[in-house]
T-cell receptor, first 111, second 116 residues
Framework: KQEVTQIPAALSVPEGENLVLNCSFT??????LQWFRQDPGKGLTSLLL?????REQTSGRLNASLDKSSGRSTLYIAASQPGDSATYLC??????????FGEGTQLTVNP | SAVISQKPSRDICQRGTSLTIQCQVD?????MFWYRQQPGQSLTLIAT?????????ESGFVIDKFPISRPNLTFSTLTVSNMSPEDSSIYLC?????????????FGPGTRLLVL
């Protein structure tokens, strides 16, 4: 059974800092991995999708890396802004398009 | 991408009653998923719903408690039956969309359920 761990559970940083969110998973037989953002009381917004054959994906200030063999992914956020404040979730996909979610990292970026 | 809507957006229900949540997608999709997010926790997959076949439930979830319909390629419903306060959660539907970058799951805004 896939288990996903995200570290840290919470993070508070001043605006402008570069930061790294970590995700580890126990079953490396994944098809891809997605990073999501969840704002309070809202649904999920897909940020990045990394295929199992890829090492990284970039979108704007976001860069996600994947080391499938070691069961790790990181989300790098450059020049953080208060609008980045949200909970970030990683979710590797296994057979049957099943996503397993971590508990998330609650990020607060202070002006 | 896909645009997903859910109804109702929120509801307060009495224990012992049932609530049916609707999920509508703006394009035809093969696979739809239902998730539950209990307060302060992450998402847990309830079941996968494919059009034309019975839903596949994850361990810990049963059809009698969470019956699902999938009448066509753009619509699905999840019913939370005989509700108890422990069913208070956010219920989200999602769809799998294949694009140039691979398969991406998109989520609806969720239905916030409070059972008294």
């Amino acid at each position: 059974k896939q288990e996903v761990t995200q570290i840290p559970a919470a993070l508070s940083v001043p605006e402008g800092e570069n930061l790294v969110l970590n995700c580890s998973f126990t079953d490396s037989a994944i098809y891809n991995l997605q990073w999501f953002r969840q704002d309070p009381g809202k649904g999920l917004t897909s940020l990045l999708l990394i295929q199992s054959s890829q090492r990284e994906q970039t979108s704007g200030r976001l860069n996600a890396s994947l080391d499938k063999s070691s069961g790790r992914s990181t989300l790098y956020i450059a020049a953080s802004q208060p609008g980045d404040s949200a909970t970030y979730l990683c979710a590797p996909e296994t057979s049957g398009s099943r996503l397993t979610f971590g508990e998330g990292t609650q990020l607060t970026v202070n002006p | 991408s896909a645009v997903i809507s859910q109804k109702p957006s929120r509801d307060i229900c009495q224990r012992g009653t049932s609530l049916t949540i609707q999920c509508q997608v703006d394009s035809q999709v093969t696979m739809m998923f239902w998730y539950r997010q209990q307060p302060g926790q992450s998402l847990t997959l309830i079941a996968t719903a494919n059009q034309g076949s019975e839903a596949t439930y994850e361990s810990g979830f049963v059809i009698d408690k969470f019956p699902i319909s999938r009448p066509n390629l753009t619509f699905s419903t999840l019913t939370v039956s005989n509700m108890s306060p422990e069913d208070s959660s956010i219920y989200l539907c999602s769809v799998d969309v294949t694009g140039t970058g691979g398969e991406t799951q998109y989520f609806g805004p969720g239905t916030r359920l409070l059972v008294l």
